[in-house]
């Protein structure tokens, strides 16, 4: 398995998909009135998707995954190319850090980060931050869910693409319990190998704390999960031959 999509629930795909592909240089690959995908394959860097699609659900009141974006040198030129696009200055408690917050035009939070060694230039996205009540209990299960690997980082946990190139996941104690129901606003995606099978990895995620959730959606080609700490991912069947 490999971690293939960053899935953002939306109001208006469109508006939001645009905002988001000219932030990130993206490619767009579906472009329908409910779904917008564009493709992030920056050289050097594991291909990643980030799919928008519309979803009724309001969003959180506390976003458990979201994006960090490489700033660096560069901080400022792209806070200003984000509020260019229709981005604006978010306040969510963070005081005096080194990094921007933002929302983006749904009001999505996201942050263009300062420099750190662990980020590595060449993708637009430099971390995924996810909230994890238990640190241990997660980095098993995304290190066999993501196919990605552990790497040092500022945060307890994290893991990237084996090639070393793109951003990190990183697992981050949780300030809060995430509420019974409550979706995340954004989630991952991963898509097996061929000759991988869907059902042995399923039960491989399930013994390693994850929990099957079944949404009512009829039959699916692919398998709906929660982690440990209750944070949605999709298991994704192989590419057909």
Same mark, same amino acid.
């Given at each position: $398995?490999?971690?293939?999509?960053?899935?953002?629930?939306? +109001?208006?795909?469109? +508006?939001?998909?645009?905002?988001?592909?000219?932030?990130?240089?993206?490619?767009?690959?579906?472009?329908?009135?409910?779904?917008?995908?564009?493709?992030? !394959?920056?050289?050097?860097?594991?291909?990643?998707?980030?799919? $928008?699609?519309?979803?009724?659900?309001?969003? @959180?009141?506390?976003?458990?995954?979201?994006?960090?974006?490489?700033?660096?040198?560069?901080?400022?030129?792209? &806070?200003?190319?984000?509020?260019?696009?229709?981005? *604006?200055?978010?306040?969510?408690?963070?005081?005096?850090?080194?990094? #921007? #917050?933002?929302?983006? &035009?749904?009001?999505?939070?996201?942050?263009? $980060?300062?420099? *750190?060694?662990?980020?590595? %230039?060449?993708?637009?996205?430099?971390?995924?931050?996810?909230?994890?009540?238990?640190?241990? *209990?997660?980095? %098993?299960?995304?290190?066999?869910?993501?196919?990605? #690997?552990?790497?040092?980082?500022?945060?307890?946990?994290?893991?990237?693409? @084996? !090639?070393?190139?793109?951003?990190?996941?990183?697992?981050?104690?949780?300030?809060? =319990?995430?509420?019974?129901?409550?979706?995340?606003?954004?989630?991952?995606? =991963?898509?097996?190998?061929?000759?991988?099978?869907?059902?042995?990895?399923?039960? $491989?995620?399930?013994?390693?704390?994850?929990?099957?959730?079944?949404?009512?959606?009829?039959?699916?080609?692919? +398998?709906?999960?929660?982690?440990?700490?209750?944070?949605? &991912?999709?298991?994704?069947?192989?590419?057909?031959?």
């Amino acid at each position: $398995m490999e971690l293939e999509n960053l899935v953002l629930d939306a +109001r208006d795909p469109q +508006r939001l998909g645009a905002f988001w592909e000219a932030l990130l240089g993206g490619r767009r690959l579906t472009d329908e009135p409910d779904i917008v995908e564009t493709r992030l !394959s920056p050289e050097g860097a594991p291909v990643l998707d980030l799919c $928008m699609n519309t979803v009724p659900e309001p969003a @959180p009141a506390h976003p458990r995954l979201h994006l960090d974006l490489l700033g660096g040198d560069r901080q400022d030129e792209v &806070v200003a190319r984000a509020l260019a696009l229709g981005a *604006r200055h978010l306040d969510i408690g963070q005081g005096d850090v080194p990094w #921007v #917050v933002l929302a983006d &035009v749904e009001g999505n939070p996201f942050c263009v $980060m300062e420099h *750190r060694p662990e980020y590595r %230039a060449g993708s637009p996205v430099a971390a995924l931050p996810l909230d994890c009540a238990d640190v241990e *209990r997660a980095l %098993a299960f995304w290190t066999a869910v993501s196919g990605w #690997v552990p790497e040092d980082s500022a945060m307890p946990a994290a893991l990237r693409h @084996p !090639s070393g190139h793109g951003p990190l996941l990183e697992l981050c104690p949780e300030p809060r =319990a995430k509420p019974p129901g409550e979706k995340n606003r954004l989630h991952l995606d =991963a898509r097996l190998a061929p000759g991988e099978d869907l059902d042995e990895a399923v039960e $491989m995620a399930l013994d390693l704390g994850g929990r099957e959730v079944d949404h009512g959606w009829g039959d699916l080609p692919w +398998r709906v999960l929660t982690d440990p700490s209750g944070n949605e &991912v999709c298991l994704l069947p192989p590419h057909r031959t």
